[in-house]
């Protein structure tokens, strides 16, 4: 069931947990302006809508949580942080290796239980022909650039589709979303979203005049609402420079390729070893780490991002 209620003729209510309570409630700008229409939201900016969470663990305060979570990394100037498609990357690919587990014991136990055929068949090789295409699609699918949010500039850089957006700080638009997820029977279990919603004035490398927002989906979590006001009020903090906050500059992004002080500390073949083996403990636990690091195709941010921020970087 869904612990939303309806409190007024256009106004919706979630659960209070750690001092956040979503207000939700459809918009004449979201019908007028938003390709998705007449969505369920919370409008949070433009207007710098501060989140008041309230935490019960002192040392959570600083919202390093959401460091870990979503950040391609930190700079002096600017912060990137990466859309769901990215950070939820490795859902498939765990997904499927769940499926094939599941099926495989199936098999095994069907052939020790009934003294059925250890071989594969033709319907076998077909199943598992079909989960590897999955996987392999969800593999090679290009990795999407991280919004860029220059604190300096006071401007956010997006790269969605094909179209490069520089968008103003003041007038960035962001809110968080409701939407349902039905688990059959007239089961519901709330999901909320924290949706960037780009206007197409905003575009640099296309002229979108006439046309409707694109909807970037920054996160998404199914049973609840913390996690998307949290990226929220990390990104807010970061650009206006409230406190408490944490990030960490570096040189580096957060998940790299191959470790060349391992290649010189133990030789060739012992820094093959450590780095096959090492994937594969990433592949199995945790696979989104895996798919940003070892994914073959790469966005790139076009010579305009680094001519803004004058500087050359392209973390996933």
Request: charged share 20%; aromatic share 14%; glycine share 8%.
């Amino acid at each position: 069931m869904s612990d939303l209620r309806q409190v007024g003729p256009n106004e919706w209510v979630g659960p209070e947990k750690t001092g956040i309570t979503p207000h939700l409630s459809h918009t004449e700008h979201a019908k007028r302006s938003y390709k998705a229409g007449n969505v369920l939201h919370e409008p949070l900016m433009p207007g710098n809508h501060i989140v008041p969470i309230d935490y019960e663990n002192r040392p959570t305060e600083h919202m390093g949580e959401f460091w870990d979570a979503y950040s391609a990394g930190g700079h002096e100037t600017f912060l990137d942080m990466r859309p769901h498609s990215s950070h939820a990357r490795g859902n498939i690919l765990y997904s499927m290796l769940l499926a094939v587990f599941l099926w495989g014991g199936y098999k095994c136990l069907n052939a020790m239980a009934w003294g059925g055929d250890w071989e594969l068949n033709t319907v076998d090789q077909g199943i598992l022909a079909v989960f590897a295409l999955i996987v392999l699609i969800g593999f090679f699918r290009p990795v999407a650039l991280p919004i860029r949010l220059h604190k300096r500039n006071q401007e956010v850089y997006v790269k969605h589709k094909g179209v490069l957006y520089r968008i103003p700080w003041d007038e960035c638009e962001l809110s968080v979303m409701y939407k349902g997820f039905y688990l059959g029977a007239a089961s519901i279990k709330d999901t909320y979203q924290l949706v960037m919603w780009l206007n197409p004035k905003h575009a640099v490398n296309q002229d979108l005049t006439g046309q409707k927002y694109e909807k970037l989906l920054l996160n998404e979590v199914v049973g609840e609402h913390i996690p998307a006001y949290g990226y929220y009020e990390y990104i807010r903090r970061y650009m206006t420079g409230d406190e408490p906050f944490a990030m960490t500059i570096s040189t580096e992004e957060k998940v790299g390729g191959r470790n060349k002080e391992l290649l010189n500390q133990y030789g060739p073949i012992r820094a093959q070893f450590n780095y096959y083996f090492f994937a594969t403990v990433a592949l199995l636990v945790k696979p989104t780490f895996f798919c940003l690091t070892y994914a073959p195709i790469k966005d790139k941010w076009p010579e305009e991002v680094h001519e803004w921020t004058g500087e050359r970087c392209n973390w996933i």
